[in-house]
């Protein structure tokens, strides 16, 4: 391996260990990843240590999952295999002519050092390495991805390193089992394909439902969110020629809330609306009719009133503004202020 670094231990043995598989593995994988691409994939930078190992190389595009896994499949079938790996010094052109691995931007003496793996790889290299490649014990691809135009880097692990990887994955599974409650790993895939389905049809339903309530001919018995003609019913007058629609409640978003308000401003006429969405953060959408926008009447400031108890922020237009905070617990109260912050404008107004 001509580029790149090589990080060796010089104390711990057994990290000096980790850092001779890294390196031998990284033959491997540079082999490996010829074979699977073409010889376009030439080693461009490297860094081997006792943790993990690193390989750059020239491509415009990351690997398929086939080519991922037929990369690892190749590395592992070697390992298993116990090839030996040998090293031995010759002069530069007798190594060319020999096969082995280098690179003409590299700068090499007349004298090189070769590592090869039995009928497999054969590159220049002055890093040390195992003695077989059983030695390695395993290998895993952990990431590719882009480093620039025109190259990637791979990431991976052999060894102790390698199990400890695949051994996460695997709990990662069986707890995602869990989750979704499939009775085998297997059948994780159809569980999910499952909840997609139901999950698909809660939304539509769900946005059947807020198109009947924004339209006005829902019914909320069961305790659903109001629809917007009982909204215009439930308006109380706060001064003459001012009234209030205000109401909290658990809209499945923002947008059906809106179409709500936007409803109720049909059908209410003049007036003030402020209707809150009941959510770990709530938020808060006030609109005035043009009217009461000229007798003082602001949007934006009723829901500043409103946010202190929302332990939240917002503003607007006269005509219309939103807020968003974070107490929930907090909902009646800013309604409340909403309504006498309303009552305190109308006053200014008629005084």
């Known amino acids: 391996m001509a580029v790149g670094q090589v990080v060796m231990a010089e104390v711990d043995p057994d990290r000096r260990a980790h850092t001779m598989r890294n390196h031998t593995g990284t033959h491997l994988l540079h082999r490996a990843l010829r074979n699977v691409v073409g010889d376009r994939a030439r080693q461009a930078g490297s860094l081997v240590t006792p943790d993990y190992l690193r390989f750059d190389y020239p491509a415009d595009r990351a690997l398929s999952d086939d080519e991922r896994r037929a990369i690892e499949d190749e590395v592992r079938r070697i390992i298993r295999e116990d090839r030996p790996v040998s090293v031995a010094f010759m002069g530069m052109q007798e190594a060319i002519d020999a096969g082995a691995d280098a ?19 054969f590159e220049l290299c002055g890093g040390t390495h195992c003695r077989a490649s ?39 599974l069986d707890a995602a089992a869990a989750a979704v409650g499939a009775q085998t790993t297997e059948a994780v895939p159809a569980r999910i394909a499952a909840l997609q389905d139901e999950l698909r049809d809660a939304r539509r ?39 209030l629609v205000a109401a909290a409640a658990a809209w499945d978003s923002m947008d059906t809330l809106k179409s709500v308000a936007k409803a109720v401003s049909a059908a209410f006429g003049s007036g003030v609306i402020a209707l809150a969405l009941d959510a770990d953060e709530p938020q808060l959408l006030v609109t005035v009719s043009a009217d009461l926008v000229t007798r003082g009447v602001s949007a934006g400031d009723l829901v500043r009133a409103a946010m202190p108890a929302l332990d939240g922020k917002g503003g607007g237009r006269p005509e219309m503004a939103q807020g968003r905070g974070t107490r929930r617990e907090g909902l009646a109260n800013a309604l409340s202020a909403v309504r006498a912050a309303t009552v305190e404008a109308a006053g200014r107004s008629g005084s």
Do not use: C, N, W
């Open 103 to 121: 690179f003409f931007d590299e700068k090499y003496g007349e004298t090189v050092r070769t590592i090869r793996v039995q009928d497999y790889s």
């Open 134 to 172: 059983g030695q390695i014990g395993g290998f895993v691809i952990t990431s590719d991805r882009s480093i620039g135009s025109g190259m990637r880097r791979i990431e991976g692990l052999t060894g102790a390193g390698a199990d400890a990887h695949l051994r996460a994955r695997s709990d990662a």
């Open 205 to 243: 339903r769900l946005k059947a439902g807020a198109a009947t309530a924004a339209g006005g001919g829902g019914a909320d018995g069961a305790g659903g969110p109001p629809a917007a003609e009982r909204l215009v019913t439930g308006a109380i007058e706060l001064a003459p020629g001012v009234r």
